[in-house]
């Protein structure tokens, strides 16, 4: 046997051992749990797969700041909405967003890196939600 036949058998085996897991995980509905996206896009993802009007939330007006690189002597990029735009850009919006070292600026409003803001009704939420992180009183 060459070595390609053996490389060739163990994908097929492989492949064929995760397309039965996919399988059963699927006649037992299980689902896998979304992990990179933040509460008002799992929203957003949500409504779209149910066919509803996302239920008080507008996809066309949110903007969500999910990530921010600011270099010094090169253009700048910023994530919006998933989808980088360089510096000098246009967002989603159709206006060009001022980026600093850790926010932008749309609209006449800034919006941190983790905030998601409305820009028709100016309502703002974070990545991570109130309370959800505590600290300890040093002893």
Known sequence: ???????????????????GTASASQ????????????PIERKLLSSARE??????VNAGTA???TGLVKRGSAKSTVWLNGTSLREGELAPSGEVPRIG????????????????????SGARTDFVPDGSVTTR???
Do not use: C, H, W
């Open 1 to 19: 046997m060459t070595y390609g036949v053996i490389v060739s058998r163990v994908l097929t085996v492989a492949l064929l051992v995760n397309v």
């Open 27 to 38: 006649a037992l509905g299980e689902s896998l749990p979304t992990l990179f996206y933040s």
């Open 51 to 56: 066919g509803s009007d996302g239920a008080g």
């Open 63 to 65: 903007l969500s700041v």
């Open 101 to 120: 070292k850790r926010s932008i600026e749309i609209s006449a409003q800034e919006v941190r890196v983790g905030e998601t803001l409305d820009l028709e």
């Open 137 to 139: 009183k040093q002893k």
